[in-house]
């Protein structure tokens, strides 16, 4: 059975640095992509990076210049380094991993929470 665990959420100051790891574990999928969402209290689930099998990134416009999305394929895990973090980024941040079936798996989430 396949699993994401995200891990490396926290508690940080404004212009503050995190980052988020997800680890894939639990049987072999044909992945067409790994993203990371967020979803702050009130407000729907977005999308904030995605990368896909080829290597592509793409970015929210609210995170492009301070977050980037990388991978270890041998460890089968995906990275989201935060930099220049701010208030609004607070929210619980979710892993997914899309097969090339279209199937999504998501993680169970880690909060991030940017506050003076």
């Known amino acids: 059975q396949v699993r994401l665990v995200e891990s490396g959420g926290g508690l940080v100051q404004p212009g503050g640095s995190l980052r988020l790891s997800c680890a894939v574990s639990?049987?072999?999928?044909?992945?067409?992509?790994m993203a990371w969402y967020r979803q702050a209290p009130g407000k729907e689930r977005e999308e904030v990076a995605v990368?896909?099998?080829?290597?592509?990134?793409n970015y929210a416009d609210s995170v492009k210049g301070r977050f980037t999305i990388s991978r270890d394929t041998a460890k089968i895990t995906v990275y989201l380094q935060m930099n220049s973090l701010k208030p609004e980024d607070t929210a619980v941040y979710y892993c997914?991993?899309?097969?090339?079936?279209?199937?999504?798996?998501w993680g169970q989430g880690t909060q991030v929470t940017v506050s003076s």
């Open positions: 639990g049987g072999t999928v044909s992945r067409k992509s």
């Open positions: 990368i896909t099998s080829g290597g592509s990134t």
């Open positions: 997914q991993m899309r097969t090339i079936f279209g199937r999504d798996y």
